[in-house]
């Protein structure tokens, strides 16, 4: 699915206009993406987690040469699946809190 057909989906779900629905989808996916540049996590719950991890520096390999070179550290986005979207993807209902 790419990000047309998820905003015609969300339109249809929602019961509002396409170009509603996309600039929700815009408006959110800004939220996420400058909350996790500022070192935030966003959670959704039943969803999942996004949050930015730091990455040491490391020594890797050029492919072609074979020779070493110095891979610098860096900060990378992350995302870690709920347990809702576990369930949903693995096909079993989510199991329910005591």
Same mark, same amino acid.
Do not use: H, W, Y
């Given at each position: 699915?790419?990000?047309?057909?998820?905003?015609?989906?969300?339109?249809?779900?929602?019961?509002?206009?396409?170009?509603?629905?996309?600039?929700?989808?815009?408006?959110?996916?800004?939220?996420?993406?400058? $909350?996790?540049?500022?070192?935030?996590?966003?959670?959704?719950? &039943? %969803?999942?987690?996004?949050?930015?991890? /730091?990455? =040491? +520096?490391?020594?890797?390999?050029?492919?072609?040469?074979?020779?070493?070179?110095?891979?610098? $550290?860096?900060?990378?986005?992350?995302?870690?699946?709920?347990? &809702? %979207?576990?369930?949903?993807?693995?096909? /079993?209902? =989510? +199991?329910?809190?005591?």
């Amino acid at each position: 699915m790419n990000k047309s057909e998820l905003i015609d989906f969300a339109a249809a779900e929602a019961d509002i206009s396409k170009a509603a629905a996309g600039r929700a989808l815009d408006a959110i996916l800004a939220a996420v993406t400058k $909350a996790v540049a500022k070192g935030d996590s966003v959670t959704l719950v &039943g %969803f999942g987690t996004f949050k930015s991890s /730091k990455r =040491a +520096a490391r020594t890797g390999r050029n492919p072609q040469t074979g020779s070493e070179i110095k891979i610098a $550290a860096t900060t990378v986005p992350r995302f870690t699946a709920g347990a &809702g %979207f576990k369930a949903a993807v693995a096909g /079993k209902k =989510a +199991a329910k809190k005591k």
